[in-house]
């Protein structure tokens, strides 16, 4: 290929008057371009013009949303706007876009708010554990008023016996589905104006009004932990909705002190004995649909050393060397044995994606056995937090040396590099995930606003007052239950990514290099997690359609490297095209919408002397093809 443009860094990348005016003209400008960067597109001469041929069923009726957030810890001060120690200031903003988004329900991996386990006058006043834990509970309301759900599980800043009994009474959602209950209400917005906070801040951050009266139901089959112990009632659950089982995990302190067998509990050993119901909850669900799990602390992290299952990612554990440099003394760090059993349980039962928190680092990775056994590997997405306090990875390990120098990685440390694939990462920004499932796809959209925190010795990286946040998609990523996944180095050669529709649609990448070529903090180079899937054909396409993840490279860019997409066809007409959607669900031609090229059309195959833009027939492989700088939905069309 001789056009091997790859895109700007993320630094110098921009938007060019001709890319805005070409987006613009497609129906793609309004809703996808940020405003700030229109002013200095000018005046406008250029156009292109496509046929409308609508493309119906993408995404189909039956696709659905729901967001999901991380911890949202609010350390500082209260400063009016964030009481008893819950970054209220912070998921308001983000109720708002989630109601806006129609999302079904809003899920939370935890640590609620920063003092849910004990008394604290950290907000400047005096507060206790149940009023911070209340204090979440009532700011979901704007979501309840809506029709929007919440399920949240429990985190370790909510982790005390006493928090487990009043998270299960003012979640009462976990166990039932049932949504705005007036009892919990009143009891929450009485515990709130009675604090101290609300006197603080009832004319800055007053008490919501359930301005809806009326109890709902999401989610059916519900299930939790039972015999031995019940004391996971509520606290682990799972539960259907629409064509997916989501199962939540706890692994913290119980009522009764005792673990899921009815022994002494142990933080170290509660998920792990949970594995057989975990097992049986992902495996039970209907052929077809999807699984995704939740919990508070991650399979391998970026700062914190802890996990669910054990005080590091090791196999077994793990003897730790002193460390002259910080002054970290030799000691043995209890491993994660059953961390492997997991991985595998939700692999073989094709659950894909793993949700975690803890870290207020956003962390896109594939997290993978490193035993004896089948190998086997899930996706897990580390959320960025909406707290006023940021994370720098690698700073808590045993090579850590504070917030001076990041260093080697919690995989390099304990797992000799072998668990971990990164594939993004993005620290010091406040952000949440909106997940939409339609059919056999999932499509993970990550949007975060930078918060710029200050460091300081004694509590790390924060913000002490609430930012007006301004979002924007920072990466787009996901799956199908009926398509490949292909993990890729940077640079490697793409054209292994190949897969076959459900009507016999054939696709290829004919050329390209994999285009991921940034590092984390810890030097690890990222690579692309490239994604097949498929929509069954419709009337206005020739064949089966296709939907491409995970060859941006950058992020906050849909721009990727430069490759040939070629797709099969049925019936050859001289006017077919490889198309893609525009914002407005119309099929235009897939050259028309690239970043750095012109829409040219040539005849027969193609061959490595095509730049960005071209396309054309190929009769004797009965293909079309073109030459892109961007992935998402593609199908052949007629008439375009």
């Known amino acids: 290929m001789t056009d ?42 250029d156009s292109v013009s496509s046929s409308a041929t609508k493309a119906s069923g993408i995404p189909s009726s039956s696709a659905w949303k729901f967001a999901v957030l991380g911890d949202s810890q609010w350390l500082a001060t209260d400063d009016g706007k964030n009481p008893n120690t819950s970054a209220v200031g912070l998921y308001q903003q983000m109720n708002a876009t989630f109601i806006a988004e129609g999302v079904k329900f809003v899920v939370q991996v935890g640590d609620l708010a920063d003092k849910a386990s004990g008394t604290s006058t950290e907000a400047g006043y005096s507060t206790t554990g149940t009023v911070c834990e209340d204090t979440r509970g ?22 005390s016996a006493a928090t487990a009994t009043e998270f299960i009474a003012i979640f009462p959602q976990t166990q039932t589905g049932v949504m705005n209950d007036a009892t919990v209400f009143n ?50 659950y799972g539960f259907d909705y629409s064509n997916a089982r989501l199962v939540f995990i706890d692994q913290f302190a119980t009522a009764d002190g005792n673990g899921p067998d009815g022994n002494t509990y ?53 003897a730790a060397a002193a460390n002259t440099t910080n002054g970290t003394a030799a000691k043995t760090i209890v491993g994660s044995p059953s961390l492997n059993a997991f991985i ?129 998609k920072r990466e787009s990523s996901g799956y199908s239950l009926n398509g490949q996944q292909f993990v890729l180095a940077n640079g490697a050669d793409l ?47 020739d064949g089966d359609i296709l939907m491409l993840w995970g060859l941006q490279g950058v992020l906050g860019s849909e721009q990727t490297g430069t490759y040939v997409l070629s797709m099969s066809y049925n019936t050859y007409s001289s006017s077919l095209a490889l198309a893609t959607t525009d914002s407005d669900g119309n099929w235009v031609k897939a050259a028309d919408a690239t970043f750095s090229g012109s829409a040219t059309a040539v005849t027969g195959a193609w061959n490595s002397s095509y730049g960005v833009g071209t396309y054309g027939i190929d009769t004797s492989s009965k293909t079309v093809w073109a030459v892109l700088d961007y992935a998402g939905t593609f199908a052949v069309v007629k008439g375009l």
Request: proline share 4%.
């Open 187 to 236: 009891t929450v917005n009485s515990n709130y104006a009675g604090s101290g906070g609300y006197a603080a801040d009832q004319s800055t951050q007053p008490a919501p009004s359930r301005s809806n009266t009326s109890t709902f139901t999401l989610g059916s089959n519900f299930s939790s932990i039972g015999a031995p112990s019940d004391n996971l009632l509520g606290l682990s």
């Open 4 to 45: 091997s443009k790859k895109p700007e860094s993320e630094a110098q990348q921009g938007l060019d008057r001709r890319h805005f005016l070409k987006l613009s003209a497609l129906g793609l400008g309004a809703a996808a371009i940020p405003a700030a960067l229109t002013t200095a597109c000018g005046g406008a001469s």
């Open 495 to 541: 054209s292994s990514v190949a897969d076959t529709g459900p009507s016999g649609t054939k696709m290829s990448i004919l050329d390209g290099s994999a285009y991921n070529p940034n590092s984390d903090q810890s030097g690890r180079t990222f690579y692309c997690d490239v994604n097949t899937g498929w929509y069954t054909k419709t009337s206005t396409t």
């Open 344 to 472: 595998r349980s939700m692999a073989d039962n094709d659950a894909r994606i793993y949700f975690c928190g803890h870290d207020h680092i956003h962390n896109r990775s594939i997290v993978k056995t490193t035993d004896s056994g089948t190998a086997a590997q899930v996706t897990h997405i580390l959320t960025q937090s909406v707290s006023s306090k940021f994370y720098t990875p690698n700073e808590n390990n045993a090579y850590g040396n504070g917030n001076v120098t990041p260093c080697t990685s919690n995989d390099a440390y304990f797992c000799g590099g072998k668990r971990q694939t990164q594939l993004s990462q993005e620290v010091y920004t406040v952000g949440f995930y909106i997940v939409t499932v339609d059919g056999a796809n999932v499509t993970v959209d990550y949007y975060s606003a930078p918060a710029y925190p200050s460091y300081d010795s004694s509590t790390e990286n924060k913000i002490t007052t609430t930012p007006t946040l301004n979002w924007t």
């Open 138 to 159: 009532l700011f979901a309301q704007a979501l309840y008023n809506a029709g929007i759900g919440f399920f949240p599980c429990r985190g370790n800043h909510d982790s």
């Open 266 to 318: 142990s933080i170290d050993t509660t998920a792990g004995l949970q594995q057989t119901w975990i097992s049986s909850t992902l495996s039970s669900r209907t052929d077809g649909t999807h699984a995704f799990v939740f919990s508070h602390k991650g399979l391998i992290t970026q700062q914190h050393v802890d996990v669910l299952f054990g005080e590091c990612p090791a196999d077994a554990d793990f």
